[in-house]
């Protein structure tokens, strides 16, 4: 099974870094005002990044 692949969009991330606070794995660190995937390799695939964050500025592709 391969890891996924987390993509924040810079334009629409507002830096709320709710993203950051919900990773159980920390996938995210906060980069000024934008969040960025840092170890994307320890993504578990639970989600809660893509379905918490209020812009649709995460994606987390499984396939």
Do not use: N, W, Y
């Amino acid at each position: 099974m391969s890891s996924p692949r987390v993509e924040v969009i810079d334009r629409l991330c507002k830096g709320c870094s709710i993203c950051v606070e919900f990773c159980p794995t920390r996938v995210f660190e906060m980069d000024g005002f934008i969040a960025k995937v840092v170890k994307e390799d320890a993504c578990i695939k639970c989600m809660q990044c893509e379905l918490r964050c209020p812009d649709f500025a995460v994606k987390v592709h499984t396939e």
